[in-house]
Nanobody
Framework: QVRLIESGGGSVQPGRSLKLSCSAP????????GGWFRQVPGKELEGVAS???????YYDGSVKGRFLIFLDTAKRTMYLQMDKLKPEDTGMYYC?????????????????WGQGTQVTVSL
């Protein structure tokens, strides 16, 4: 199993931006689905955004138009640009890669995960 390395979380005020990064030791994002998930205490893990090696993008309705998921294959890194942040975006964000259908709600196999990075949006 591969451990993905995340960075970029933090505490910001509503309306501000953050950019999360997820690096893989090999260029596996060119072969596997990639995605970002959010965990809030007391709630189940929920998908935020995902992409396919072919460039298909998927977003949860709550973040569509505000978040952008993209790859830099030269850096073996997947990003989540989060703009116009809201308090309800607060949570622990995890990146993952997997084989299977690439929508974040699809079943995943041979999945790899990052360690998580906290995002807090508050006044």
């Amino acid at each position: 199993q591969v451990r993905l390395i995340e960075s970029g979380g933090g505490s910001v005020q509503p309306g501000r931006s953050l950019k999360l990064s997820c690096s893989a030791p090999e260029n596996t994002f060119t072969r596997k689905c990639g995605g970002w998930f959010r965990q809030v205490p007391g709630k189940e893990l929920e998908g935020v955004a995902s992409l396919s090696p072919g460039g298909d993008l998927y977003y949860d309705g709550s973040v569509k138009g505000r978040f952008l998921i993209f790859l830099d294959t030269a850096k073996r890194t997947m990003y989540l640009q989060m703009d116009k942040l809201k308090p309800e975006d607060t949570g622990m964000y995890y990146c993952a890669q997997w084989f299977g259908a690439c929508h974040f709600n699809s079943d995943r196999s041979q999945d790899d995960w990052g360690q998580g990075t906290q995002v807090t949006v508050s006044l």
